[in-house]
């Protein structure tokens, strides 16, 4: 095993990979500076692109585009007030102020160093976890497949922010969209409607090209001229380096918070940082100092951001539940390249998995070094104009839709994937589970029909087996804590 | 509980609280598919049709579900003695007039792209799409020598990154 973990961390150093990652870091920096970019978009842009790639500097660089997304938000963020990526929110509080006092350059400098620190300690808790938590997925069988399946869909509908019902149906609609093709038990052509394209199935890469960045590139052409009228930086970027650790408490929580909320499926970043944020003012000798431009409210979400893009590949590699929705984009790429989450990671492609973890530890670092020396360029990225920005991401997906398999009609579907996205988003529906129920509808149903086959076609195999009910009571609570939220808080109101 | 509260506020803020078009729209096709699947599902040997029987069911019980949560929600509404108000009617000065043109030129160029990618080839139909599409959003801030620099470049920078250096394969065709 420590040969395999060492030939593997040697195979990360090729030139491929370490080309891989800093291409995927810088991009993933510069498309991340950008509002309503983010990790997603970043990482379904090259989707198609990194296909022809080998399988591990695919995910080496599509592990760097995250990276560096998540990062590159925090750089609008500080500048001007809007959070490039979801994960960045809570930096604008305090990061915003300081920019506007004349101290950009050291908010950047202190997010820089926060975001490698938090991202190290995630690193570690991936590496840590996740052979663990594989080695008992090895123990799952069918049954527990299909439902953790379910389980993924129902937790990732029920964070959809009040939209759960909507989430519910866009699953449903997703392992719908899945079934289209050849049945995998028997080979029956289903819903092909004829045509030879289909029998395939829908690619859910074209579907996430087109659900993201195309979506997002039809509502920027509605928006005139640039997202921001002023992208600088005062003030010595490093000079804010010494900053988080002047509050050791605050990082070290912080990347705690972070590394344990990304393992929990269907959080992710978000959460996180406002978490680690109002964690911090609850412990702070001067709570009202934040808010006003202090640096430790910088070093805590931009610590516990970071920490999550590997803590919420624990889940994603080993159970199949994304831990983020960037998660799920790269579940997406690992059935992609013919990879299955849990044992095949594991067990038989351990060489892949390690370089990979391998690649997202360069990615933690590459990302401070080319911030730091780019971050004058990043500032000004804020300043590209729609009109230049919207033909770029429409060309790079169109392209990138051509390199899966070589067809315009894959073009062509994840063009309308795109305006299907645009009227979903317009409509306030929820993307995500769709983008689920079509990469797991295919684990689901092989998971359901084999279990139905075992059992002689009893379905009470699904209450028999003591990790079946386990799963069965998370679907339950998942399903059922939107609800239980809303009672404690009606109740919390009506107290008040 | 939240969409009651949600739908008293808006009200009072004189918006009708129903389904809005968009979203009636979007029931009424998800219902359709979810019908087709079903209906298809019936035409299989029954291992292919269980699970699309059991998602097409599921979704169907779903959406019923929303919409009686919905029409309850309109009821208790109404019930509680709040007069409709009305949506607000859609936006009819330019600005939107603008907005939704460039959404529509930009879908429909994109349309153009690909069918011109499989007709006169990748590099042509890359440059004639980056160049166009740049020229309408700026709405002729830029020149014209300045667009066809960039659409030349940008063609020219996709060859070089992705048929050369990559290796990705790029439609080829009559010109290219």
Redesign the interface.
């Known amino acids: 095993m420590l040969e395999m973990i060492a030939s593997a961390v040697y195979l990360s150093i090729s030139f491929h990979n370490i080309l891989a990652v800093v291409v995927g870091t810088t991009v993933g920096i510069m498309l991340g500076v950008l509002p309503g970019i983010g990790g997603i978009l970043a990482i379904s842009l090259f989707l198609g692109i990194t296909f022809k790639f080998e399988t591990a500097t695919a995910l080496i660089m599509l592990g760097g585009l995250w990276t560096g997304a998540i990062y590159g938000g925090s750089i609008s963020a500080i500048l001007i007030n809007t959070p490039g990526t979801s994960t960045s929110v809570a930096t604008t509080f305090d990061g915003y102020p300081l920019a506007r006092q004349g101290k950009g350059g050291v908010a950047i400098g202190a997010s820089m160093m926060s975001s490698l620190c938090g991202g190290l300690v995630g690193w570690c808790f991936l590496v840590v976890a996740a052979p663990l938590l594989g080695s008992i997925a090895v123990l799952l069988g069918p049954a527990e497949y299909f439902l953790l399946a379910l389980l993924a869909l129902t937790v990732i509908s029920s964070v959809s922010q009040g939209r759960v019902i909507q989430g519910l149906l866009m699953a449903c609609l997703g392992l719908l969209l899945s079934f289209v093709g050849f049945d995998p038990i028997t080979g029956y052509t289903r819903y092909n409607l004829g045509r030879i394209y289909l029998m395939d199935g829908i690619d859910y890469a074209a579907m996430l090209i087109g659900l993201f960045p195309i979506s997002e590139a039809l509502i920027l052409s509605m928006q005139r001229g640039s997202i921001a009228a002023a992208g600088k930086i005062e003030g010595k970027v490093s000079q804010g380096f010494k900053v988080p650790f002047r509050y050791p408490q605050t990082l070290i929580r912080s990347s705690l918070i972070g590394s344990v909320v990304g393992c929990c499926p269907g959080i992710g970043g978000d959460t996180a940082n406002v978490l680690s944020y109002a964690t911090a003012v609850r412990n702070s000798k001067h709570p009202e100092s934040f808010g006003k431009g202090d640096l430790e409210g910088v070093v805590a979400p931009e610590s516990s951001n970071n920490a999550t893009v590997c803590s919420s590949l624990i889940p994603t590699l080993t159970l199949g539940i994304p831990g983020s929705a960037p998660a799920a984009v790269l579940l997406g790429a690992l059935l992609m390249h013919g990879l299955f989450p849990g044992s095949d990671l594991f067990v038989k492609r351990v060489d892949i998995t390690y370089t990979f973890f391998a690649g997202l530890l360069y990615a933690q670092i590459l990302f401070f070094l080319i911030s730091w020396l780019g971050a004058n360029f990043f500032a000004r990225i804020t300043l590209v104009a729609n009109e230049y920005l919207v033909p770029m991401i429409l060309m790079l997906s169109l392209t990138g839709a051509f390199a899966l398999r070589n067809s315009l009609y894959d073009v062509g579907l994840t063009l309308i994937f795109g305006l299907i996205g645009y009227i979903l988003k317009k409509a306030d529906f929820p993307l995500v589970p769709l983008v689920l129920g079509l990469i797991l509808g295919p684990m689901a149903e092989r998971g359901l029909n084999t279990t139905l086959m075992l059992s002689g076609g009893s379905w009470s195999v699904f209450l028999n087996q003591p990790v079946c009910l386990l799963i069965l009571a998370l679907i339950a609570l998942s399903l059922g804590s939107p609800l239980i939220k809303a009672i404690l808080n009606r109740s919390r109101s009506v107290s008040s | 509980?939240?969409?009651y509260k949600t739908g008293l506020r808006a009200l009072k803020s004189g918006r009708k609280y129903d389904l809005?078009s968009?979203?009636l729209l979007?029931y009424a096709v998800?219902t359709i598919?979810?019908l087709f699947?079903l209906m298809?599902a019936f035409r299989?040997?029954p291992?292919?049709a269980?699970?699309?029987i059991?998602?097409?069911s599921?979704?169907l019980l779903?959406?019923l579900?929303?919409l009686c949560?919905t029409f309850w929600q309109t009821a208790a509404v109404k019930k509680s003695g709040h007069s409709e108000g009305s949506l607000p009617e859609p936006a009819t000065d330019i600005h939107f007039k603008l907005?939704?043109r460039?959404?529509f030129?930009?879908?429909f160029l994109?349309?153009g792209?690909?069918l011109l990618?499989?007709t006169i080839g990748?590099l042509i139909a890359?440059a004639l799409?980056?160049g166009t599409?740049?020229g309408i959003?700026?709405?002729g801030?830029?020149k014209w020598f300045q667009l066809a620099s960039?659409a030349v470049g940008?063609a020219a920078a996709?060859y070089l990154v992705?048929g050369l250096t990559?290796?990705?394969?790029?439609?080829r065709a009559t010109l290219w």
């Not at chain 2, 990559?166 to 439609?171: A, D, E, F, M, N």
Request: avoid cysteine; hydrophobic fraction near 55%.
């Open positions: 509980m939240d969409s809005n968009l979203e979007i998800v598919l979810f699947f298809g299989m040997p291992v292919a269980r699970a699309p059991v998602v097409s599921a979704g779903l959406l579900f929303q949560k907005k939704t460039r959404f030129l930009s879908l994109s349309t792209y690909i990618m499989g990748y890359t799409f980056v599409l740049i959003l700026s709405e801030r830029i960039i940008t996709m992705f990559l290796k990705i394969p790029l439609p």
